[in-house]
């Protein structure tokens, strides 16, 4: 599993589509694994969606998150994967 957490720093970020870019973690069996920093390539409605899914990334956790990208996440994940929206 990889899991994407939208950075500021060393902290998460308040805004998915304004942060600094993304810690990915590659989990398995409950241990992480590689850990890869990937800079955010830009905020263009509907691109960051499209671009973690291309990193293979599962799960993704951010500070808070625009109604459209979150839409994004549940249609692209819905179709053939676990992701779905879920507030903590």
């Known amino acids: 599993m990889k899991i994407a957490v ?3 720093g060393k902290v998460v970020s308040g805004h998915f589509g ?3 870019g ?3 973690y590659e989990v398995d069996e409950n241990k992480v694994g590689k850990k890869e920093f990937v ?3 830009g905020h263009r409605p ?3 969606p499209v ?3 291309e990193q293979n990334v ?3 956790i951010a500070g808070g998150m625009g109604e459209t990208a979150q839409q994004l996440f549940c249609r692209k ?3 053939g994967s676990s992701w779905g929206k879920r507030k903590l």
């Open 6 to 8: 939208a950075c500021e």
């Open 18 to 20: 304004h942060c600094e």
């Open 22 to 24: 993304f810690e990915i």
């Open 39 to 41: 800079a955010n390539p």
């Open 46 to 48: 509907g691109f960051l």
């Open 51 to 53: 671009f973690l899914k």
């Open 58 to 60: 599962n799960v993704i």
């Open 77 to 79: 994940w819905h179709s």
